[in-house]
């Protein structure tokens, strides 16, 4: 489902990826997305990466460690690019901006050897990928197309100049430097669409003998008094379901 308020942005980033694919690779807008928690950032991306039949590598910047720290270290995180180094993919990197966002604290400098190591990876033919086994391997990552994703403290972000203000390093805007950002889906917008998800008719399916309208204006007032408190964004609809349908357990 897309909501007009994404129209904008699926077009946009659709256009981008389609760039990437049909040069085979050679040819790699690498970018920025910003926009509020819970805009569908993650999801429509990887929507565009299905309909394209792209593989989609996901990864958490905000968990990730130094190489040689323990925890999860990119090289670690990219092991999946394995199955998949002779074709075009797309590596997602959600929360980027946990790796640099101060937020009145002093950066770890582990965060900014993580920085260093995408930078890396950005300008390298190969990267390192540390296998199940306790070795490392070379892989192909010059047919990768890095996407950059964060929700920045919600700030309303839209420009390379923008993100700098925010702490991204100079090092970043010539090899990212294309910016798109999503938008807040309003409430009364999500409220037209509950019947229409997938997980709204699965439960029905399951409750046959649920009434559905009343179904509908029990989730629509959740999601009312949930908004207020736990701002989650398109999130919200699939939780507050799962509420209703669990609720008399």
Do not use: C
């Amino acid at each position: 489902m897309i909501f007009p308020q994404q129209e904008r942005f699926y077009a946009q980033a659709s256009h981008i990826i389609n760039v990437f694919l049909e040069s085979e690779g050679k040819i790699r807008p690498h970018f920025h997305v910003t926009g509020p928690s819970g805009s569908g950032k993650s999801y429509l991306l990887g929507k565009i990466a299905n309909e394209l039949s792209m593989p989609f590598l996901e990864i958490n910047a905000a968990g990730l460690t130094a190489e040689g720290l323990s925890g999860n270290s990119l090289s670690k995180a990219l092991r999946k690019l394995r199955e998949h180094w002779n074709r075009p993919n797309v590596i997602f990197v959600d929360e980027f901006d946990k790796l640099f966002q101060r937020n009145g604290e002093k950066t770890e400098d582990f965060r900014t050897m993580v920085q260093d190591e995408f930078l890396t990876s950005l300008e390298s033919k190969y990267t390192s990928i540390f296998t199940e086994y306790g070795k490392y391997e070379p892989v192909v990552i010059e047919n990768s197309l890095f996407i950059f994703a964060g929700a920045y403290s919600n700030q309303k972000i839209t420009t390379i100049g923008e993100l700098k203000d925010a702490g991204l390093r100079t090092e970043f805007v010539g090899r990212v430097p294309l910016v798109l950002s999503t938008e807040e889906v309003p409430l009364h917008e999500m409220r037209k669409h509950i019947a229409e998800l997938d997980l709204f008719k699965n439960y029905m399916r399951m409750f046959p003998h649920t009434r559905r309208q009343q179904a509908i204006n029990w989730v629509v007032n959740r999601m009312q008094e949930q908004s207020r408190e736990t701002p989650i964004g398109i999130r919200l609809m699939n939780s507050t379901i799962h509420q209703f349908f669990m609720k008399d357990i």
